[in-house]
């Protein structure tokens, strides 16, 4: 039997290469679908073709504000019509929103912050009452860190509201949350391929909450901030295990996720929070090359499998 050809659903061309690259090494063949614009026919299309769904939360920091809902709609079509998606509707509405993160991570019994999470940013001020300070101010749809706040007195997080201008967030949901405090400026991020943990990885967050792994992201962001050191922002941990694993792959299975870096943060007792599932998750090349780790190989070894 011929083998199936992957399409790969996208928004942000710059996150493309290590995938297609490791599908090409592993002899699988692809398209490419951008869903920044195009068009189907809603017919009984073909119903046994293989899809990847590379949508993230952060198209709209790209210009893409409508990506998520276009990929949402085709994704059930093709859904609908019989064909698989990788990372499919349930994954990509997981991706989209982190209170519905938070109520997977509590159906499966993972420890998350105490979060509150406002309608609007009346009732922003209110709910930091309740949590308390320090808190983290951060929009429901997150990506790479952006819009992620702390405050550290009522007075700071009233200034900001009152000027609700430098306050965005893309579906209107704000997320007040308990600042986990750590001893040292760091989070691990667990990757998750095919169902199972692949690697952790330990980012160093002294220069700020904007985290996201892609090669493409690190030539723009706040790597300067790191000088010296910033090609030791994200190490891969030796043997990373923890009593969690197990309950974060029931839950990814659940919600039909092929892949997600899930972070979490220890506060300085040792205990652990996880707070963020990235579902369109990328991968730290330098990090991996000095483990010997490849994530998008993996991923594209998985695939031949699905073909
Ligand atoms: N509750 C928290 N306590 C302490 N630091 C946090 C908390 N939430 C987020 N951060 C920091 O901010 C970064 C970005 O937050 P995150 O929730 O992952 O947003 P995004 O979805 O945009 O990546 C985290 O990686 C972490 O360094
Ligand atoms: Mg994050």
Redesign the pocket.
């Known amino acids: 039997m011929q083998q199936r050809t992957v399409s790969i659903l996208y928004e942000n061309p710059e996150w493309l290469p290590p995938i297609t690259e490791a599908l090409s090494e592993v002899g699988v063949d692809y398209t490419t679908w951008d869903l920044r614009g195009g068009s189907v026919t809603l017919d009984n299309g073909p119903s046994d073709q293989l899809f990847l769904n590379k949508v993230s ?1 952060s198209a709209h920091s790209r210009g893409n504000v409508h990506v998520p809902a276009v990929a949402r709609s085709l994704i059930s079509h093709l859904e609908s019509n019989g064909n698989k998606v990788l990372n499919g509707g349930a994954a990509l509405d997981l991706e989209m929103s ?1 209170v519905r993160q938070y109520d997977a991570l509590r159906k499966y019994g993972l420890p998350f ?1 105490g979060t509150v999470a406002c309608f609007g940013i009346d009732t922003i001020v209110d709910a930091a009452l309740t949590i308390g300070f320090p808190l ?1 101010l ?1 929009p429901n749809r ?5 819009g ?1 706040q ?1 405050f550290d007195s009522l007075e700071a997080l009233q200034a900001l509201v009152d000027q609700p201008i430098q306050l965005e967030s893309v579906d209107g949901i704000w997320l007040v ?4 405090a750590t001893s040292q400026p760091e ?1 691990v991020r667990m990757e998750f391929i095919g169902g199972s943990l692949f690697y952790a990885v330990r ?1 160093n ?1 002294s220069g700020g ?1 904007e ?1 996201c792994p892609a090669e493409a992201c690190q030539l723009d962001a706040n790597i300067c901030a790191l000088g010296d050191n910033a090609g030791d922002m994200f190490s891969i941990i030796d043997d990373f295990s923890a009593p969690f694993v197990d309950a974060c792959e029931r839950m990814l299975l659940d919600y039909q996720c092929f892949t997600a870096g899930i ?1 979490f ?1 220890e506060d300085t007792n040792g205990q652990p ?1 996880l ?2 599932i ?1 579902v369109n998750t990328n991968y730290n090349p330098e990090a991996e090359q000095k483990a010997q780790l490849f994530g998008a190989r993996r991923l594209a070894e998985l695939i031949k499998q699905s073909c």
């Open positions: 939360a982190k912050p983290i951060k997150g990506g790479k860190g952006l992620v702390k949350q308990e600042y986990i989070i980012v967050t909450f985290l972070e943060i929070y707070y963020d990235n």
